[in-house]
Structure formats: C-alpha cells, structure tokens
Nanobody
C-alpha cells in the first residue's frame, strides 16, 4: 500500500487542523492505520491508531480528548482531527499502515508502510 499524508501547516495555539492520508494499492480496510509524529531531535512517537473497520481507536495520553482518528474506507483515506493544538504538538506527522495483527500496536516498528510526513507547526 502507498500512503501520502497532507494537511499540515502553521497554526496558532488553540487552533484546529485536520490531516489526511490517502492510500492506494490494496484493499484499504484490510489495514490497521496509525498516526505517528516526530519532533526535532526526538524519536518518532505514537499518536493514534484505528482498526480496519474504524470502530476501534486508541490514543497517546498526550493527545487523548484533543485528537480524533478516523477513516473513510470508501475513499481510502485516513484522517486526524487535531483540536486545541499546543506548541508541543509541533512535529512532522506520519501516517502508517500494518496489514496483519490486531489493532492497538503503538510501536512504529510494527508498521511496515509509511507516508512521507506532513509538518505541523503550532506557534504560541
């Protein structure tokens, strides 16, 4: 599966932003999808993951209640709605996919397919 993330940009603290990730190549609903992020000088970290059907989701504690992951399998697209953005949310955001195993994997090494990343910058 090929992934392309977009929708990043420069926003102010407290603003909202929606990221999208377009998938192509295989049956999208067969993949568990995730969002990860990497801030300058830091390791890539888990943000959220969603099951193939979209009925189950899991979040990092740092974004829970502010971010919402969702997917539209008819459009082969993954989303990340980010509300109440904070400067510490500044990072390159990546979408990722895994084709096997149950949903809930928060380890980036468990995802073999990655998009190119989209930069989100939150100013204070």
């Amino acid at each position: 599966v090929q992934l392309q993330a977009f929708g990043g940009g420069l926003v102010q603290a407290g603003d909202s932003l929606r990221l999208s990730c377009a998938a192509s190549g295989r049956t999208f609903s067969n993949y568990v999808m995730g969002w990860f992020r990497q801030a300058p000088g830091k390791e890539r970290e888990f943000v959220a993951t969603v099951s193939g059907s979209g009925s189950l989701a899991m979040y990092a504690s740092s974004v829970k209640d502010r971010f919402t992951i969702s997917r539209d399998n008819a459009k082969n697209t993954l989303y990340l709605r980010m509300n109440s953005l904070k400067p510490e949310d500044t990072a390159v955001y990546y979408c990722a996919a895994r084709s096997s195993g149950s949903y809930g994997n928060t380890d980036p090494n468990g995802y073999p397919y990655w998009g190119q990343g989209t930069l989100v910058t939150v100013s204070s």
